[in-house]
């Protein structure tokens, strides 16, 4: 990289809860969508020699920072500039206000007293033009530390970041008083380092990759520990360093020896890594003795990263004493975490030793240790006695979520609870939101084990599993499906070739109508089209969907799926079987099964479906030979099934309601093929029918 930085000038701003974006500035737009969730907002200035960063707003920005309402300052050349205005949606700093041209958003008095309104704006070029820069400065801070300053133009900047020269340096003060604020902080520096990073490599080549450190002992079986943890997120396509604070002599019988390596030399791999490599969540996993949690502590807080998850290994799956609870339970380490993940065991010798035998247990645990100071907890329920599923229970602090999966019957589960913190690290690095960073690690971990469950390594109790099992398919489809919301299947729209055809309708043009009318999901029924034909529209109408936010999914066709990246099948009974097809397409897509009876809709859910289509509901053209289930059948259905459910079956706006008002919750809507696209206008009829259905 030139010492010359090339660095495009750009202004980001929030208009009515949607992130716009001035000129020019494509990787500003990415940075702040992908962190800010859409919702950002920042300003930029810059001179000859330095840019500033500085964004802030109202709480629900700053997520992940909670309630801490944040807003920025900066530099222009080496002075520092005041304060911003932290008003909901209003945030700018002084330097221009996009839909007025440059414009100070600095109040009067404030540019008097600090001096700076002629500095600023004679330090600054033309909106949209391009400056160089070999500094880049990003700082912000918490307007509550400022305006309790007694000294407000001295700055109390909680953080600040400067790229200069290839490196990023930590020149600012960090004025950090409140427990909570040092949280938010440490979260604030790796999007601050996103944020500098992204614009020095801005039209420079180069590129960078999501990166955990992992902090864990070794398993020499490969099953576990650093092994799972570096497994695991380059299954997540995420850099993994490591760093080893432990050697253990370990296979598939258990725990022979274990070797903890002197904390000193914890502390020196970890600085080695920390010093260099811009790490964006550490992970930790055997922490063998109290001092070296201090030792991490420490440098945790010298080095602040994006998030920290908190596995905390105490027992191997073989049931060897890894690392005793008082390790963890000198609580120095919890409130520095983003998320830990205890199972049921760990989760007890945190909590004292109490027993956790029922899902109400695990709420109880998950809160308890959500009072250590962890921001987030997830209570691993995999061994819950009496419990044919694996039942996990995950607290953020205000609320609770029960994260649901069937339990998979294999010896092959050495390494699961490294392998879950790890893939929940990875998608957090990636700028996953925390929920869907564990609903991700959770389906990723259900699949590796579906796919690894007939694996034999070693002759022990307890067999690793196979994390890269994607790499087999030959295939790149392993995207998140966290997308996949099941209210989308509020009305579900099915394709039908011979009314296409009847109609004179190509494909696309029947997606394209049902989307306009309010179809939450679509579904390529295609039956008598030619293959290549098929593929072609197929591609076609992804593109539709994509841009409308609208999954689509083929009926039958796994390989037409994969040809057009769709978001997932739909398959029946004589299909491919569900198992398989998961194993085909990997966790990323949406798999839907058609069932009739309550045995198939458990046969689905244990197979990795993520939702089941049933019916008939009532008589049909469009299908020969279906039998009826009626309202009846359908309920019993739903009764049953552990997975949304969409019924289908001579269903239009005059039977509608009798459906939806069987009332069942995991009954989420409506799929249809006469009513909506044997008509003469789909949008009309889609439209009419949508009117019935509500989210519930
Ligand atoms: C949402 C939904 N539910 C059920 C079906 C029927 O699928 P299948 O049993 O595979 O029958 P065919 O569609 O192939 O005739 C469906 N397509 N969609
Ligand atoms: C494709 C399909 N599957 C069914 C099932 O019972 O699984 S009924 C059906 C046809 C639904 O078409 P219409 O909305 O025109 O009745």
């Known amino acids: 990289m030139n010492d010359s930085i090339p660095l495009a000038y750009s202004s980001c701003w929030s208009q009515n809860g949607r992130l716009r974006c001035s000129k020019g500035v494509p990787w500003m737009k990415d940075t702040y969508l992908r962190w800010l969730g859409g919702r950002g907002m920042d300003c930029i200035g810059w001179n000859d020699q330095e840019v500033v960063f500085m964004w802030g707003g109202p709480p629900e920005l700053v997520e992940p920072f909670g309630a801490m309402e944040m807003t920025g300052l900066g530099r222009v050349g080496s002075k520092e500039v005041s304060r911003t205005d932290s008003k909901v949606g209003q945030a700018w700093f002084g330097l221009d206000k996009p839909e007025s041209g440059l414009k100070s958003g600095l109040e009067p008095d404030l540019i008097e007293k600090s001096g700076s309104k002629s500095r600023l704006n004679s330090g600054l070029s033309p909106i949209h033009s391009e400056t160089h820069a070999d500094r880049v400065t990003v700082a912000a801070f918490n307007p509550s530390l400022f305006f309790n300053h007694p000294h407000s133009f001295s700055f109390p900047v909680t953080i600040g970041l400067t790229y200069a020269k290839n490196r990023f340096e930590r020149s600012e003060v960090l004025l950090v008083r409140q427990k909570r604020n040092r949280d938010r902080v440490r979260s604030l520096s790796g999007m601050l380092e996103e944020s500098a990073y992204a614009a020095v490599t801005q039209g420079s080549g180069l590129r960078r990759l999501a990166h955990v450190l992992t902090v864990a002992g070794s398993d020499s079986g490969g099953g576990a520990g650093i092994q799972a943890d570096i497994k695991a997120c380059a299954a997540a396509c995420v850099y993994c360093s490591s760093v080893i604070t432990s050697v253990t002599a370990q296979n598939t019988i258990g725990v022979q020896g274990v070797y903890s390596l002197a904390e000193n030399f914890v502390a020196e791999q970890l600085r080695s890594v920390l010093s260099d490599m811009q790490v964006d969540v550490i992970k930790t996993g055997m922490l063998p003795s109290p001092g070296m949690i201090t030792v991490l502590c420490q440098i945790i807080k010298e080095f602040p990263v994006r998030a920290v998850v908190v596995d905390p290994v105490m027992v191997s799956t073989s049931g060897d004493v890894l690392s005793g609870p008082s390790t963890l339970s000198g609580k120095e380490l919890l409130p520095l975490a983003d998320v830990v993940t205890p199972n049921l065991k760990e989760a007890s010798a945190l909590l004292g030793g109490i027993s956790l035998d029922t899902v109400g247990d695990m709420r109880f645990a998950a809160k308890s240790i959500h009072a250590f100071g962890a921001r987030n907890v997830l209570v691993k329920g995999g061994d819950l006695p009496g419990s044919s599923d694996a039942i996990d229970i995950f607290f953020d602090g205000e609320q609770f979520h029960e994260l649901c999966g069937p339990r998979i019957m294999t010896r092959n589960t050495h390494g699961t609870g490294c392998t879950l913190a790890s893939y929940i690290a990875a998608e957090l690095a990636k700028g996953t939101p925390m929920l869907q960073s564990v609903q991700a690690a959770k389906s990723f971990v259900k699949s590796a084990l579906l796919y690894s469950k007939d694996l034999m390594i070693g002759n022990g109790p307890q067999g690793p599993f196979d994390h890269l099992f994607m790499l087999k398919n030959q295939l790149n489809n392993y995207a998140p499906k966290w997308s996949f919301n099941a209210n989308s299947l509020l009305l579900y729209a099915?394709?039908?070739?011979?009314?296409?055809?009847?109609?004179?309708?190509?494909?696309?043009?029947?997606?394209?109508?049902?989307?306009?009318?309010?179809?939450?999901?679509?579904?390529?029924?295609?039956?008598?089209?030619?293959?290549s034909e098929f593929v072609k529209e197929a591609v076609d109408c992804m593109a539709i969907c994509r841009s409308h936010h609208v999954p689509l999914l083929i009926n039958d066709r796994i390989d037409v799926a994969l040809a057009c990246d769709a978001d997932g099948v739909h398959i029946g009974q004589s299909d491919m079987p569900a198992e398989l097809a998961r194993k085909i397409l990997g966790p990323g897509k949406i798999i839907g099964v058609s069932c009739k009876t309550p045995a198939q809709a458990m046969k689905a859910?244990?197979?990795?479906?993520?939702?089941?289509?049933?019916?008939?509901?009532?008589?049909?053209?469009?299908?020969?030979?279906?039998?009826?289930?009626?309202?009846?059948?359908?309920e019993t259905v739903c009764l049953a099934s552990k997975l949304p459910v969409v019924a289908i079956g001579g269903i239009g706006a005059g039977n509608v309601q009798s459906v939806m008002e069987l009332g069942v919750p995991n009954l989420k809507g409506v799929a249809v093929v006469s009513a909506l696209f044997d008509q003469e206008s789909v949008t009309t009829e889609t439209r009419r029918l949508k009117s019935f259905l509500t989210v519930r």
């Open 605 to 634: 859910w244990a197979d990795g479906a993520d939702y089941i289509g049933c019916g008939g509901v009532f008589p049909t053209n469009t299908k020969q030979s279906n039998p009826t289930i009626g309202l009846k059948g359908l």
């Open 494 to 531: 099915v394709t039908d070739s011979r009314m296409n055809k009847k109609w004179a309708r190509s494909i696309t043009e029947a997606v394209k109508a049902s989307i306009e009318g309010g179809a939450t999901i679509i579904q390529l029924r295609e039956k008598e089209v030619e293959t």
